[in-house]
């Protein structure tokens, strides 16, 4: 292939402290199918914006063909012969395919005119690639698979030549997504450049070209696909990062503290998010779920901690039923020894505008020794607050200071320092160290184990590997809703990466 | 008086009634639609009125009084733009603000420019949007039933009137047959998947919420120029109101708007007919119960018992290009 | 209303955006002024004189105050609770109506001072009671509570209307409202307590309800912040999702939440209809449970701020009356056009003036900006 499509030379983009990404360099030959692969967090979904002119980079050039092009607006881009099929689909719901087709591309002022036209040119589009959908039909009561077809017709229907697909098959089901590959073939014959951002593997080993692996906003390798493997691949994609092993001694897990039976959860969209998924927590263990976000962790936590309702199954708290499917309360939760620490700990686990001590009894707030008859206990609260501020090292030492004041490793230190002093017998944690600071993450661990040693079991969602890995005496990996395998803390990061990114596992887990 | 008179007078009445709350549901669509909860339709409403009354005396010129409206309305429309759209604010908050800020500055202006107490001085034929009378109206007069209700119910209203049924239609066909229309229903829906088409939903929202100011404005030129001579305090008494409640009533539709407002402009008109009235069962309404009967009404709409009213997806949360 | 990451020191954000929201509501208010052909210093000096002049000035000016704290706190308890509650005005009507029922049953059988905390009751009861139904519907069928309550203000209109002009008139009178109450059921005036400090009030409408203002804006501040019913009410209003997380039931905080708010809307109308008019009158609210969304804003939902404001507010509506002796192109309409610019700057733009007062700050003092942004790093 002779030109490039697409050349990215020294792109750089930060959002505050964040550097989503670090000077990356990507060349995209003309003609061919591209993965982009990492996990969240990498930078691929910034780095794609930036090409569709929905973000600028603060630095760097973009060249389209050869040609160096502005991109400072999705029209540049469109004009210059980008279209993005979105994750999160840009589609109006009570629209119709047609009307959603030709949005921003209508042709003339009054509609009359042009429809007909556009109708005809739609029709033809469809035939060409395959992908038959009725134009008169609403958006909102076509199946997901057939509505993703939409975003791909509003692209070519712009006269898209390169097609960026972000995560395109996560709504998808098997079938459908084979339909997919052979769409995105037929684009290929057709002399489309197809730019294909994904964390699953097996898709990437399938129809792609090439292959470039970020991590971390860093482009860090590009390979020829079928001179790559998958077991490469993974490793590239999780990196060889530094491991903070903390010391452990073995578990002594006793009794089945949690019990998730045949779990089935279903998003708003009735997407299934957790599939038919079983599995124990014991006392005095720590299991670890490993996994890219999106495949169900989030829901699972959600579900037995009492804020999300469950399609089917059941959860048992030390034999007692969670009533998952029904009008689980967690506050009651709470008082038969369930702690939560949630994975957004900005909306979800903390109320930002309150002061420290407000927030170290959040979903405590009803316990006898913080209330006085109806009142709060202000004096006891703040004592209590002090305590735990030493005990677990937050800083600053200031009960009084607004939360949104703390950074995030010392927000997420009050959030543990709450669920963990309340003895639960389960704790339930998601993302313990996101965006918190080394020390903390080695504080947060070090309690993590504590927890387990003194009994407790912990169930531990994460998608750092490393950190799963270190802490977890039996990890489970979730991958599209799934349980895909068990493995016991010695697994290596290859292994797992595997699982994660949904290749079957060679041998069988049991 | 026989109860075919009775009953085609009072339809006369209910179109005239109507009329304001026509106009000022259509301006509320636009911005709805579009995204922009507003509240204040009252208040551009009153204003535009203001203005009408006062540039219609000053120039003695009743067109003078529409384009002085729409642009008083328009302006206000603008106000209500830029703390929503470019500055993200609470837009009922802001709404509500216009209001206050319409109410008052109509008095004071009224009293200060014309000193009669708040309201702009009497106008005559020149300064009003009169009755216009259809060809061959008084011809078909003595014609039984059919041309009596085209003499009394059909002809014989103000041209805005007709131009207000007019604008239903219009107001569909910009909607549903325009690509700015077309667009402006997206960007009340989904404003993300119409600025990754390439379209500036700022713009877009500026444009709707101009077009609520427009019609505001002739809606208050119809309440000062044509169902009465001039501006008077607080004439529009709730009427803003009235016809957010017909647009929810409508579901946001340009056709069904007209019959909430025709059904709210019936039940106004009813009321003012049978005050005193006694009716067989009934025995006396209390007019309030008429004057009342609207707002009841959307309540009892929008407690989900006449079906649902699902407002435009995008509504009334500012647009904040996700992270 | 969202609160976005402030970089700027506490008294800024609390004290000067909120000083320089005010002074552009207040300059452009001056504007209209000019615009009528008056100049606005000397009508903003006759207002304060005419506010604070005299005894009997600075009386009718706390007895204005006095609704609108009451109406300040109510639409404040709502907003903790992220509610916008624009029915305080209906609230405050029907109110009127609980407070006319008990004192025409008890005006002549008790001392005014067992039917004072009757009244109470009857103000309270169904002031929380108007607010039920839209706050039912909000939490049970998510019916947007701004709309419902609008609705509620002029269907309380045209039902006190009906009252007025019917079963509660007297025989035999022209006028719409009730017969005027006996002594047990007027509260008494206040002047004496204006004279203790010196001035000279021969009769003024300021009475003991002022007290009872006061008495519930420390109740407010009590509740919201010292028990763990504010407690879940303030949660809720931040983060409807931290609420859920933390066992808290939403459609229980917001039934809730809107009852107080309309009790203390409620509670408005024993200031003008026992304190002052002794009777029932058609449309005695005359604007002050809007007045209260302003005082709110102002006063951002603490009491600490809604009493001055609700003080600044009563200061306009006097110093108004006399202002519009002296220039009489402008009117009391004059205070509902600064209620409508207040409501808009310290609202719906709060926020207009922060990236000015931020680059300020930063020029001035990086470091203060700088700090409050390392603070941010990683959170």
Known sequence: MSEAAIELVGINKSFGAVHANRDINLEIPRGTIHGIIGENGAGKSTLMSILYGFYQADTGDIHVNGKSTAINTPNDAIAAGIGMVHQHFMLVQNFTVLENVILGAEGEALLNKSIAKARAELIRLEKEYGLEVNPNAIIEELPVGLQQRVEILKALYRGADILILDEPTGVLTPAEADHLFRILGQLKAEGKTVVLITHKLREIMAITDNVSVMRQGQMVATRKTSETTVEELAELMVGRRVLLRVQKEEGKPSDFKLSVKNLTVKDQRGVTMVDNVSFDVRAGEIVGIAGVAGNGQSELLETIAGIRKAEAGTVLLDGRPIDVTGAADPGELRDRGLAHVPEDRHYVGLVLPFEEYENSILGYHDHAQYLKGPFLDIDAIRADARDKIEKYDIRPTNERLKTANFSGGNQQKIVLAREMEKDPGVLIVGQPTRGVDVGAIEFIHKRLIAMRDGGKAVLLVSVELDEIRSLSDRILVMFDGRIVGERDSEASEGELGLLMAGVEAQEAAE | MDFFTTLVVILDSTVRLSIPLLLACLAGLFSERAGVFDIGLEGKMLAGAFAAGAAAAVYGSAWAGLGAAVLVSGFLALVHGFASITHRGNQIVSGVAINFIAAGSTIILGQAWFSQGGRTPSLGADGRFGAVTLPFADAMRDVPVIGYIYYELISGHSILVYFAFFMVFVTWWVLFRTRFGLRLRAVGENPAAVDTAGISVTWLRYRAVLCTGALCGFAGTYLALAMNAGFVKDMTAGKGFIALAALIFAKWRPAPAMFACLLFGFLDALAIRLQGTPLPVVGRVPVQFFQALPYVLTVILLAGFIGKAIPPRAGGVPYVKER | ?379
Not at chain 3, 108 to 116: E, G, N
Not at chain 3, 181 to 197: A, R, T
């Open chain 3, 1 to 379: 209303m969202s609160s976005p990451y402030a970089k700027l020191p506490a008294w800024a954000d609390y004290g000067l955006i909120p000083l320089i929201n005010l002074v552009v509501a207040f300059a452009v208010a001056g504007l209209v002024v000019l615009m009528v052909g008056e100049n606005p210093f000397r009508a903003a000096a006759i207002m304060v004189e005419g506010a604070f002049g005299s005894g009997r000035n600075i009386a009718y000016t706390l007895y204005y105050s006095t609704s609108f704290i009451f109406t300040g706190l109510a639409v404040a308890v709502a907003f903790h609770g992220g509610l916008f509650n624009i029915g305080g005005e209906g609230q405050a009507y029907v109110g009127g109506l609980g407070v006319a029922l008990v004192c025409l049953t008890f005006d002549s059988i008790l001392p005014w001072w067992l039917t004072f905390p009757l009244a109470i009751l009857g103000a309270a009861a169904l002031g929380a009671g108007w607010a039920f139904i839209p706050a039912y519907l909000q939490a049970r069928r998510g019916s947007h509570i701004v709309i419902t309550t609008i609705m509620f203000n002029f269907i309380a209109a045209s039902l006190m209307v009906y009252l007025l002009v019917g079963p509660l008139k007297p025989m035999g009178s022209m006028a719409p409202q009730t017969r005027t109450f006996l002594e047990g059921g007027q509260l008494p005036k206040l002047n004496w307590v204006m004279e203790l400090f010196g001035f000279t009030v021969r009769s003024s409408p300021f009475n003991l309800s002022f007290v009872l203002a006061l008495v519930c804006a420390f109740l407010v501040w009590l509740v919201i912040w010292r028990t763990r019913l504010g407690y879940e009410i303030r949660t809720q209003g931040h983060s409807p999702k931290a609420a859920r997380y933390a066992g808290i039931g939403e459609a229980r905080i917001v039934i809730i939440t809107m009852m107080i708010s309309g009790a203390l809307a409620g509670m408005m109308a024993l200031n003008p209809v026992m304190g002052d008019q002794a009777r029932l009158q058609l449309d005695f609210v005359t604007g002050a449970g809007f007045v209260g969304i302003a005082v709110a804003l102002m006063g951002r939902s603490h009491p600490a701020g809604i009493v001055p404001a609700a003080i600044l507010f009563g200061m306009l509506y006097q110093g108004g009356a006399e202002l519009a002796f002296e220039m009489p192109n402008i009117s009391r309409d004059m205070i509902v056009i600064i209620q409508g610019l207040v409501i808009l700057f310290a609202g719906a733009l709060e926020h207009m003036f922060r990236p000015s007062i931020q680059a300020l700050f930063a020029s001035i003092s990086p470091r203060s900006a700088g700090l409050a942004a390392a603070k941010r790093e990683g959170a």
